[in-house]
């Protein structure tokens, strides 16, 4: 099995240049990409990708991974749910599939967006972890070779998809140093 290469671009360029630049004391101080949460939340419609189980599919097919699908944990009647309905799919990606996971959301996906001005920096969640939302599934490569095997999916009203990038920065500094240095596009 070949190694990623961005997780060889952590070990070899990010780790020294973050120590250099945070004074760290101890190489395990140094912040890191922990996890990558990969989910799509969903309305039970009965075709397209509003359906958990093709968004299920859909989450593997851009991931790699098995999805698992979600069930609403409380019931509420404003939203017409009711407790055990399928919500959606998620993924949780570590090693060599989370690195690879992340090459491809930098180097691919995130250049492919339309109108991209960069990520927005209020996104993180005050304890190191980054979110950002994915609106159209056609910016993933994998989704468009199979484009003609999807036509039955309905892919004009399609869910958003939501990655949330856990690091074990302690601070949203240490974690913007840390994807910056991933070459995450921040803007300015």
Known sequence: ???SRYKEFYNTVVRADLLSKMQ???VHQIPRVTQIAVSVATTLKPSGLDNPVAAAFMVELVTGQRAQLTRIKRANARYKVREGFL???KTQLHGEQMYDFMDKLVTQVLPR????NGLTGSSFDGKGNFS?????????LEVEA???NLQHLDLQNTPGIGVVVRTSA?????????LSALRFPFRR
């Open 1 to 3: 099995m070949s190694r």
């Open 24 to 26: 760290y004391k101890n």
């Open 87 to 89: 919500e959606g799919a």
């Open 113 to 116: 967006v339309t109108d991209f």
């Open 132 to 140: 950002l939302g994915i609106t159209d599934w056609s910016y993933f």
């Open 146 to 148: 199979q484009h003609a």
């Open 170 to 178: 302690q601070t949203d500094d240490e974690a913007r140093l840390l």
